[in-house]
């Protein structure tokens, strides 16, 4: 099983960039968009998550259960769903703020106690790293998963809005970093993290850590790059024919990343390194027609195997 650990929450989109836009909600949150994506790939997925008894919990919980995630913590609990308040820009990108809940009414033990006993991946949620007292649970379930053979992976999703400490915040996120096996992030994650810094030095520094053996790097529309020791490789992204918003697009994007390591065989010790940059371009091809099909939606809604394999063999 894939696991996902981390936040979910409720989105509230506004129905276009005009200011005092009316706002819908949409089911979101950065692992629970990519648990979904993962499972709606083929992948046996879980989502390690509280969910909330109010009225949105129940909004959350549906296409969880349409995609076939497993939901790995059963009990609901009584804290309100968590919100972000969405705002897009001219060009549709969009940005966010939180009101926490219900994503941090956990403990270490019901965590450990819904973690599955076979982990073939283990993702760590964005969220993880930015309060000392969830992060130190957070951490406990990666060790877990890792000492189950899981290959851990993170999208580190910066949300400067929810940071109130940054020292401490980046001081948590470098443990999780080094925990990490194959590291995703954004343009925007790289210049808030090491401004001035090239990308190429970035990610060089990021596979210097004890366990990084991948870094996968999103450009926006010009696409992403993949980085190991020994290769790279840059992709395009996919254009659907008529556009939405990027609400997902990372996250399913790291979904199609996750599914073809899987499928290749490299989500084990030392499989990821062994990948070459020919393997790398493919692996962020597959990526990229994920997140351009959801692209081409409102608000998080990844594709299907049968939609990504129709643009493929197109």
């Given at each position: 099983?894939?696991?996902?650990?981390?936040?979910?929450?409720?989105?509230?989109?506004?129905?276009?960039?005009?200011?005092?836009?009316?706002?819908?909600?949409?089911?979101?949150?950065?692992?629970?968009?990519?648990?979904?994506?993962?499972?709606?790939?083929?992948?046996?997925?879980?989502?390690?998550?509280?969910?909330?008894?109010?009225?949105?919990?129940?909004?959350?919980?549906?296409?969880?259960?349409?995609?076939?995630?497993?939901?790995?913590?059963?009990?609901?609990?009584?804290?309100?769903?968590?919100?972000?308040?969405?705002?897009?820009?001219?060009?549709?990108?969009?940005?966010?703020?939180?009101?926490?809940?219900?994503?941090?009414?956990?403990?270490?033990?019901?965590?450990?106690?819904?973690?599955?006993?076979?982990?073939?991946?283990?993702?760590?949620?964005?969220?993880?790293?930015?309060?000392?007292?969830?992060?130190?649970?957070?951490?406990?379930?990666?060790?877990?998963?890792?000492?189950?053979?899981?290959?851990?992976?993170?999208?580190?999703?910066?949300?400067?809005?929810?940071?109130?400490?940054?020292?401490?915040?980046?001081?948590?996120?470098?443990?999780?970093?080094?925990?990490?096996?194959?590291?995703?992030?954004?343009?925007?994650?790289?210049?808030?993290?090491?401004?001035?810094?090239?990308?190429?030095?970035?990610?060089?520094?990021?596979?210097?850590?004890?366990?990084?053996?991948?870094?996968?790097?999103?450009?926006?529309?010009?696409?992403?790059?993949?980085?190991?020791?020994?290769?790279?490789?840059?992709?395009?992204?996919?254009?659907p024919a008529v556009f939405g918003d990027t609400v997902g697009a990372?996250?399913?994007?790291?979904?199609?990343?996750?599914?073809?390591?899987?499928?290749?065989?490299?989500?084990?010790?030392?499989?990821?390194?062994t990948l070459d940059a020919a393997q790398l371009k493919t692996m962020?091809?597959?990526?990229?027609?994920?997140?351009?099909?959801?692209?081409?939606?409102?608000?998080?809604?990844?594709?299907?195997?049968?939609?990504?394999?129709?643009?493929?063999?197109?």
């Open positions: 099983m894939f696991v996902v650990g981390g936040e979910s929450l409720i989105d509230l989109v506004p129905v276009s960039a005009e200011p005092g836009a009316e706002r819908v909600a949409h089911a979101g949150g950065s692992p629970f968009n990519c648990a979904i994506a993962l499972s709606k790939l083929g992948n046996p997925t879980g989502f390690l998550c509280p969910i909330s008894q109010d009225e949105y919990g129940d909004v959350l919980l549906a296409p969880l259960a349409e995609a076939g995630v497993s939901v790995l913590l059963e009990e609901r609990v009584t804290a309100p769903t968590t919100k972000a308040i969405v705002s897009f820009n001219a060009k549709m990108q969009a940005s966010y703020v939180f009101e926490r809940g219900a994503d941090r009414a956990f403990t270490r033990n019901g965590l450990l106690a819904g973690l599955p006993r076979q982990v073939e991946l283990y993702q760590i949620g964005g969220f993880s790293p930015i309060l000392e007292e969830d992060a130190v649970v957070w951490a406990d379930v990666v060790d877990a998963a890792a000492e189950r053979g899981a290959t851990i992976s993170i999208d580190i999703n910066v949300r400067d809005k929810l940071i109130e400490d940054e020292a401490g915040y980046r001081a948590r996120l470098s443990q999780f970093l080094d925990k990490a096996h194959l590291i995703k992030l954004s343009d925007e994650d790289h210049a808030w993290l090491e401004p001035g810094e090239s990308v190429e030095d970035h990610a060089a520094e990021l596979l210097a850590r004890p366990n990084c053996e991948l870094v996968v790097v999103t450009m926006g529309e010009e696409g992403s790059r993949a980085f190991s020791r020994t290769a790279s490789a840059a992709a395009p992204i996919y254009r990372g996250d399913s994007l790291m979904a199609g990343i996750l599914t073809w390591l899987g499928e290749a065989k490299a989500l084990k010790p030392g499989g990821l390194a962020l091809q597959f990526g990229a027609v994920v997140a351009g099909i959801n692209c081409g939606r409102i608000g998080c809604q990844p594709p299907s195997r049968a939609e990504v394999d129709a643009v493929l063999s197109a």
